[in-house]
T-cell receptor
Framework: ETGVTQTPRHLVMGMTNKKSLKCEQHLGHNAMYWYKQSAKKPLELMFVYSLEERVENNSVPSRFSPECPNSSHLFLHLHTLQPEDSALYLC????????????FGDGTRLSIL | QKEVEQNSGPLSVPEGAIASLNCTYSDRGSQSFFWYRQYSGKSPELIMFIYSNGDKEDGRFTAQLNKASQYVSLLIRDSQPSDSATYLCAVNRGTGGFKTIFGAGTRLFVKA
């Protein structure tokens, strides 16, 4: 139990579907992150939120839309995805957004048909 | 040049041996260094973090940092088959540097 919970664990969707990934942290942290992990590639930072304000959008296509309603919850809304978007999507949190370690959720394994 | 570079492996060591995992980074301003372990199909799990030059020990794990050489390593003593995983090195610039850069990871295989 890492204190960061992601749902769903697995998701299969067609390219025209709309779905959302959810992340909740119970650690009292102020920063939350979305990462994409593809096979044999480094973790790719997608978005960073600090105290519900987006502080980083790492050139992510607009078909990915993040939402952070409060410091404990983070969503990633998906729309019109491409097959190359199939990957493991990881949520993480940290005490603040500088030099603190990040704690990861178990991830959502996303497959685009 | 990659921002954080690791040998992809696999690194194979016999049970009981010392496993040495290495990482180099390109940003001289980096201040914070992390090692994560990731089992297949699982999420990364923090093992160690180090901020100052020198060694930091925690149980069977020792992190070593040399900022002059832009080099950080992880030593695992008395390696066990359960240590078989991918080890990710991560580097952060520190104050105001919220972007942590991850290496692609080194696969470690500990033979029983």
């Amino acid at each position: 139990e890492t204190g960061v919970t992601q749902t769903p664990r697995h998701l299969v969707m067609g390219m025209t579907n709309k779905k959302s990934l959810k992340c909740e942290q119970h650690l009292g942290h102020n920063a939350m992150y979305w990462y994409k992990q593809s096979a044999k590639k480094p973790l790719e930072l997608m978005f960073v939120y600090s105290l519900e304000e987006r502080v980083e959008n790492n050139s992510v296509p607009s078909r990915f839309s993040p939402e952070c309603p409060n410091s404990s919850h983070l969503f990633l809304h998906l729309h019109t995805l491409q097959p190359e978007d199939s990957a493991l999507y990881l949520c993480a949190s940290s005490q603040d957004f500088s030099n603190q370690p990040q704690h990861f959720g178990d991830g959502t394994r996303l497959s685009i048909l | 040049q990659k921002e954080v570079e690791q040998n992809s492996g696999p690194l194979s060591v016999p049970e009981g041996a010392i496993a040495s995992l290495n990482c180099t980074y390109s940003d001289r301003g980096s201040q914070s260094f992390f090692w994560y372990r990731q089992y297949s199909g699982k999420s990364p799990e923090l093992i160690m973090f180090i901020y100052s030059n020198g060694d930091k020990e925690d149980g069977r794990f020792t992190a070593q940092l040399n900022k002059a050489s832009q080099y950080v390593s992880l030593l695992i003593r008395d390696s066990q088959p359960s240590d078989s995983a991918t080890y990710l090195c991560a580097v952060n610039r520190g104050t105001g540097g919220f972007k942590t850069i991850f290496g692609a990871g080194t696969r470690l295989f500990v033979k029983a």
